[in-house]
């Protein structure tokens, strides 16, 4: 390489570490701080994404781990230890209670000491079963029977089916009366999701946003659950003219 080329490239080098130099604008403190907020925002990012990938298991481990330790303990106890534990400085509350292991929501594996995966096993199995028992039942003819008949039949039951049917229905007109502030329940001819939902959802609004974490979660739960009775008892209704004791219309 010649000499004149060589000096070219050098001066060439030169000018890119001056223009390097001269692009920044910005002072020796400024940049010093944009680098240490840059490094904390990472950190703080980086912290959340850790946190929020171990939750799932963390939660479902602490539980798991109280049931075990404790076999008596209730479900809300053991959701007031985690919280308490673990939020805020680990977790935050509303993010926690996505990961309630499942046999948290069903008070009879509770009782049954069920948790973790065994739970989840034991309960599909248990599943499986009531579905090969509805199957039976739905293919099995049932005789008609009057109220009387049922009653003679089925010495050990308290209370008649009426008188439950009427305890429910007076359930239901509370419940919704609290749930929505009507105190009368929609006719045939509402439409109950704009007249009743939609209209009152405001009103829910203020209620919810009132009350505290930890009072969402119980109540966030406690539907959940009564959501689940309700389904089945939907569709209990609904195959109710193949299964009914009285085939009045």
Known sequence: ???????????????????EIQEETKTFEQIAKEIEGNV????????????????EIGVRRL?????????????????????????PHIWRENYVRQFWPEWMKNPAAIDAGIAG??????????????????????????????????????????????QVKGDINRAIHTLFGRLTGINHMPHMEDDVK?????????RAKDIINGISKI?????????????MVMDDWTNLLEKADKTAYDTRE
């Not at 049931?67 to 106890?77: F, H, L, Q, S, V």
Request: with cysteine; glycine share 2%.
């Open 1 to 19: 390489m010649s000499k004149k080329l060589k000096s070219k490239n050098k001066l060439l080098k030169q000018q890119e570490i001056i223009a």
């Open 40 to 55: 904390q925002r990472d950190t703080k990012e980086a912290i959340a994404k850790i946190k929020e990938q171990t939750a």
């Open 63 to 87: 539980c798991n781990a109280l049931k075990r330790d404790k076999p008596d303990i209730t479900a809300k106890e053991i959701r007031l230890r985690v919280v308490h534990r673990m939020c």
């Open 117 to 162: 995966d065994q739970g989840r096993t034991k309960k599909s199995y248990k599943n499986s079963i009531l579905q090969e028992q509805e199957k039976e039942e739905e293919q099995t003819p049932v005789s008609s029977q009057t109220i009387w008949e049922y009653e003679d039949t089925h010495p050990k039951t308290e209370t008649s089916p009426i």
């Open 194 to 202: 704009k007249q009743y939902v939609i209209d009152t959802r405001e």
């Open 215 to 227: 009072e969402r979660d119980f109540l966030y739960n406690w539907l959940t659950w009564l959501g």
